[in-house]
């Protein structure tokens, strides 16, 4: 990938992600972290070249087989519940998608594992991690309705389809304390929740109204 490419000019430059990253600021994203964190990912690279120039609207957009990219206000209001507990070392993203959350999130935290049900959007993930230069991210073509088990506990788990109730198995590979951030409802409208696990089980906490694509079993 070009230099220039990652770099972007016009619709995709420097400026116009400052603009984006201006409006998050206007819509109550406080955290310094997760704006730097969005300003220094590219979101251009993470869709389809034909829709490059609407990369830095605060909306989400088509990636292929039915599914979307975040809108990015929505990337920086679930970045910032997570890191809200602390530094995380260890941290699992259900929904690996285009990536971008994913690049996003690896700017953060140690280690990240994402897990992604489509073969497709995983191999060009891959790809693009791998022109950024991010060396944290771990991608897994896996179902990830049943979570990671295999490198939990994890400091923070982040899901980025919706499953229409609290999948347990998820709650059980956060280390006490940790947080889940996700969406749970069904196809039309879902609540943004934060889990947190605790000693008898789970608190959770309503952040807001959000649409995601649904969580669905099996591979593809
Ligand atoms: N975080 C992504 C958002 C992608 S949309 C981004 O930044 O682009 C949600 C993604 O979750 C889709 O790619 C969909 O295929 C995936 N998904 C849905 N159910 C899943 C499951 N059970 N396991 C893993 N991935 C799943």
Known sequence: MLKAHLQGIGMTSQRTRDRLIERLREEGIRSMAVLDAM???????????????????????????????????IVARMTEELLQQGPLDRVLEVGTGSGYQAAVLARLVGSLYT???IRALSDLACQRFRQLGLRNIYVKHRDGGMGLPEQAPFDAIMVTAAPEGIP???????RLGGTLVLPV???????????????????K??????VFVPLLGGLS
């Open 168 to 174: 347990l198995a998820l709650v059980r590979q956060l």
């Open 115 to 117: 897990v992604e049900r």
């Open 39 to 73: 300003r220094n990912t590219p979101r251009h690279i993470f869709v389809d070249e034909a829709l490059a120039s609407r990369a830095y609207e605060d909306s989400s957009l088509p990636i292929g087989h039915g599914q979307t990219i975040s809108q990015p206000y």
């Open 185 to 203: 409802g069904d196809r039309k409208t879902q609540a943004l929740l934060r889990v947190t696990r605790t000693e008898e089980g789970y608190d």
């Open 205 to 210: 906490e309503f952040l807001e109204q959000v």
